[in-house]
């Protein structure tokens, strides 16, 4: 009597729901891209989102695209608001406000925070430092002297109000802040996230368009 084996090996069930040949190769990837992609969305829209700086109200801390230029700015890597939404002096934000410019986003930085005052006291040789609640600021950052502008001379006092932000340039003498009566104190709302890191630095063209790879990293250093 003859008998007949089997080989040891069990075989493998074909699953009927694996997509089979190429058509289901190129499901599984398009598949997994766009669970990819979801979470990406999902992280920049909760965590934090990239932003482009452009015109050179932060310069020398950022360089901005300018249009007459030709040369791409900085990019920003910001942390968004719907984490946390309270800033604090010194910090780099991004606003949009409604009031200039159609909510178009300009990058500033934090002066002074809901309940303090705000002062600018001028200083031997015409310029004006400032003060908050009564203490002179140290600002090493900031491209020169600040000069009267917008108004805002010597002896000019504000205080901010409750869950607003006074904001201004590193570029005192060439930008639209809350010196500006289209910007004025900020409200926290219209603030889109804290800048962290520098993820692409600009093109500056006062340098020749090159690009200066050791800011890359965090902005605060």
Known sequence: MEESFKSGKKEKKQDPFEPKGL???VYVMLHDMVCILAVI????????RLVGVSGSSMYPTLVGAESSAEAMGDYLVLRSNFLRSSY???DIVVACVPSFEEGKPIVKRVIAVGG?????RGAADGSLHVYVDGELQPEDFIN???QVSYGAGDGYTAQVPEGCYFLMGDNRN???DSRYPDVGMVDGRYIVGKALWLLLPGQDYRQGNARDWSRFGDIYD
């Open 144 to 146: 020169g002297p600040m």
């Open 174 to 176: 060439n930008s639209t």
């Open 116 to 120: 303090q005052t705000v002062e600018f």
């Open 88 to 90: 604090e002096q010194g």
């Open 23 to 25: 058509a289901g190769t």
């Open 41 to 48: 969305v999902v992280g920049f829209v909760l965590a934090a």
